[in-house]
């Protein structure tokens, strides 16, 4: 079978490839126009924004080749950009024309009433329910979708709506989660992604004999309004800090409060370890494999997987960089999406070549990674911005911090950004900096500062250093600058099982539009529910309490469901 994949030079292709690796087929890339002869099947797993993808196939001479196989009928199947592409075009690159397969206009999502992007397991329906192709796709099933672009649903086109094989919807607004034609098929969440439901596409799809998959198939379900119902589930973060231990081995370590080494033997409130884990007064706490936890987080039911270099901050230079090898490893066992933070930054390589956060990132991208986190180098680009800025606010932009040239390249969806937060307690009656964003919450800090207010003051360098800008200020300044996502640590609450600190997220979460993750502080599956019920977070991470294995995820998706709140099982 000549299966082909086609690679517009960005994006996290990886993913797609470990997930056929995993399926047992074996493929090709296309790599020159004559290659679209060859192939007898073709995916185009594209990730990242219209616009990079038009431009990178017209740079490759490819864009002509591709609207050639699809008009000749051989079988295509577009995932997130790669079914996109089918349209006429997209607002988020107007000049950029699509094939115009599919005869209508990608447009933004309304980000109003809802966080932008659409990120996170959502479900479909299935607009033939009764039909036979279904192609592997479930009404009871979620997959992974990430964008901020759309194609909305529009069952007074006809012309295009004989296209709509399944619907989501997001907030107020259904759009189309699937195409399928003739020869092509489309989903504009990602199957590679999208644990074994996706799979399950994916198998299905390649299972087909070649020529079924030529033919013109039975015609599409005549335009029908779908029910509308938003099935984004609330996401379980699982987050394995990495680091060297004092063997130059790299191992899955966890804090309190961002101390890694052990406390005394015989502190209270340490559990019973594995085999795997190791104990020792002042050494590098080691709760495991980085590659081995994550597959075993995958299995027991993690919607998201983090894998953070917390050393970073030391050196971290590209070449020969271990965590590159934790990543290709993690994710040909994890069929979910990987974050990957810890160094992503301009650096300097042991010979002195210099590599720009974007190749860094573009590295993890190719090792396998969805998304790569910014924490450092966030704080500091947003300071200067807000320099930059003649009166005093927030500033623009110049396009050359990590988050603008990473964004660029490869879509906001891909770029995190985690923030490393310390409470900073002052008197009820404070009239300095940040004084508008003061929190005058239930005293559970420290007994000192009892009765006092706070604000949140930002870190660097794994809340080593103090920065003068608080939480909200970075948050409002990265959302500008192109982060997709923010992962909401709190220093305070890091590993010490309290709870989320839900003031914290509350005030970052009513100051952006894009989806928060709350992080630290996990103790219970009830801290779970309390953090979904009190704030508007899209995601919770947790990490100690899945090392020392507490809870399980299923039993907290499992209190979640009982308390309505929708998740993903
Ligand atoms: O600054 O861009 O190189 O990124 C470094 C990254 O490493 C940042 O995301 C920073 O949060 C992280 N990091 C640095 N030092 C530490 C440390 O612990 N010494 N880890 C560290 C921070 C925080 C969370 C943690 C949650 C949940 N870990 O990732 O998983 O707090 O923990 P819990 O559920 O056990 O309470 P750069």
Redesign the pocket.
């Known amino acids: 079978m000549g299966l082909y994949l086609l690679d517009y030079g960005a994006g996290n292709v990886q993913s797609l490839a470990n997930t056929l690796k995993k399926l047992g087929y074996e493929f090709q890339w296309i790599l020159s126009p004559s290659d679209f002869h060859k192939a007898t099947s073709l995916i185009f797993p594209g990730v990242g924004a219209f616009g990079s993808a038009i431009d990178g196939l017209v740079s490759r001479g490819l864009l002509e080749p591709l609207r050639e196989y699809v008009a000749a009928g051989k079988p295509y199947f577009g995932i997130c950009i790669g079914m996109q592409v089918l349209f006429q075009s997209s607002t988020e690159s107007p000049s950029s024309p699509g094939l115009g397969v599919i005869p209508s206009v990608i447009e933004e999502f309304d980000s109003a009433s809802k966080s932008v992007p659409h990120m996170g397991w959502n479900s479909i329906e299935l607009l033939d329910p009764q039909g036979k192709a279904h192609e592997g796709l479930e009404e009871l099933s979620h997959y992974y979708f990430v964008h901020s672009y759309r194609a909305k649903y529009d069952w007074n086109h006809p012309e295009v709506a004989q296209w709509v094989h399944s619907t989501t919807q997001y907030g107020e607004e259904i759009f189309v989660a699937s195409v399928r034609k003739d020869n092509v098929f489309g989903t504009q969440f990602h199957p590679e992604k999208s644990g074994e439901a996706g799979l399950k596409i994916l198998a299905t799809w390649l299972s087909e004999p070649e020529a079924s998959r030529r033919v013109t198939r039975p015609s599409p379900p005549s335009p029908r309004f779908p029910r509308p119902r938003d099935g984004l589930t609330k996401r379980i973060v699982a987050?394995?800090?990495v680091?060297s231990n004092d063997d130059g081995d790299l191992v899955v370590?966890?804090?309190d409060q961002?101390?890694?080494r052990e406390k005394a033997p015989s502190a209270p409130k340490e559990p019973a370890l594995s085999p795997l884990q190791t104990r020792t007064a002042g050494a590098v706490r080691n709760l495991g494999k980085p590659v081995a936890l994550a597959a075993t987080y995958y299995a027991a039911g993690a919607d998201e997987l983090?894998l953070?270099?917390?050393?970073?901050?030391r050196h971290?230079p590209l070449q020969d960089q271990p965590m590159l090898a934790v990543v290709r490893a993690a994710a040909e066992e994890v069929f979910v999406p990987l974050t990957i933070?810890?160094?992503?930054?301009d650096t300097v390589d042991p010979d002195g070549t210099l590599r720009s956060a974007l190749e860094v990132a573009g590295a993890y991208f190719r090792a396998g990674a969805d998304k790569v986190?910014?924490?450092?180098?966030?704080v500091y680009a947003v300071e200067r911005m807000r320099a930059r800025a003649a009166d005093g606010g927030l500033g623009e932009g110049d396009g050359t911090s990590a988050m603008e040239t990473i964004a660029h390249a490869y879509g906001r969806q891909a770029v995190v950004v985690?923030?490393?937060p310390r409470r900073v307690y002052v008197e009820p009656t404070y009239d300095g900096l940040y004084k508008d964003e003061l929190v005058y919450g239930k005293p559970d800090g420290p007994e000192k500062d009892r009765g006092k207010a706070w604000w949140y003051q930002c870190t660097?360098?794994?809340?080593?250093e103090d920065r003068p800008l608080s939480a909200v200020q970075l948050a409002k300044g990265v959302e500008k600058l192109g982060a997709g996502e923010i992962?909401l640590?709190?220093i305070d609450?890091?590993?010490?099982?309290l709870g989320f600190d839900i003031d914290l997220v509350n005030l970052v979460k009513k100051n952006v539009r894009i989806p928060v993750v709350a992080?630290?502080?996990?103790?219970s599956k009830e801290h779970f529910v309390e953090v979904f019920q009190k704030t508007g977070v899209e995601a919770a991470?947790?990490?100690?309490?899945?090392?020392r294995k507490e809870v399980g995820i299923l039993e907290i998706k499992d209190a979640l469901a009982a308390a309505n709140i929708n998740v993903r099982r």
């Open positions: 987050c394995m800090d680091r370590t966890k804090g961002y101390d890694v983090c953070m270099n917390i050393t970073s901050f971290s933070g810890g160094g992503i930054k986190s910014i924490a450092t180098e966030a985690s923030i490393d660097v360098k794994g809340g080593r992962i640590n709190s609450r890091d590993g010490t099982g992080s630290s502080g996990a103790g991470l947790a990490a100690g309490i899945f090392h």
